[in-house]
């Protein structure tokens, strides 16, 4: 009878052990929709041009991968690019690239950080977060300053932050 509750008590134990392991073995993530990251892209894109300027607007998922990029027809060439790097590093780095650029500062211990390829420590770049979680960042790039940039980016995610939300 011994033996019976020592291999019942094992066997209870190994069943509740891994029924822990596979909880904690897996986590479940938010993820913009294309459809909500192009409306996020284009309202940032209509904000930058009621501005009078003429940009490129990226969106990137929470690992860092493209999901849309838009350039207006006049923006400089190498817009697109730098704004997918600068969705990138704030989705990357988890910070607006405004404050990344702040904290990594040539005299500041993070500034090697900039060597990295892809960090652009720009604004521009911002997180797209609603109800607590990271979707995402929105990078736009063609601005004449890192705050004009922020400036279309915020009306971006102020787009879909709602839509984030539900």
Sequence with gaps: MKHFYTKLFATMFIAGFQQASAADASYTVKLMTPEIALKAAQAGLQACRDAGYQVAVAIVDRTGQTQVV???????????????NKAWTAVSFKLN????????QGTKPASGIRHIPRVLALG???????????????????????????????????????????
């Design 124 to 166: 521009g770049g911002m997180l797209v977060e609603a109800g607590g979680a990271t979707y995402g960042a929105i990078g736009i790039s063609g601005a004449p300053s890192g705050e004009a940039d922020d400036m279309c980016a915020a009306a971006g995610i102020a787009a879909v932050k709602e839509d984030l939300e539900m």
């Design 97 to 104: 690239t405004s404050q990344f650029s702040e904290a990594t």
């Design 70 to 84: 838009l350039r207006d027809r006049f923006a400089g060439m190498h817009t697109p690019d730098a704004a997918v």
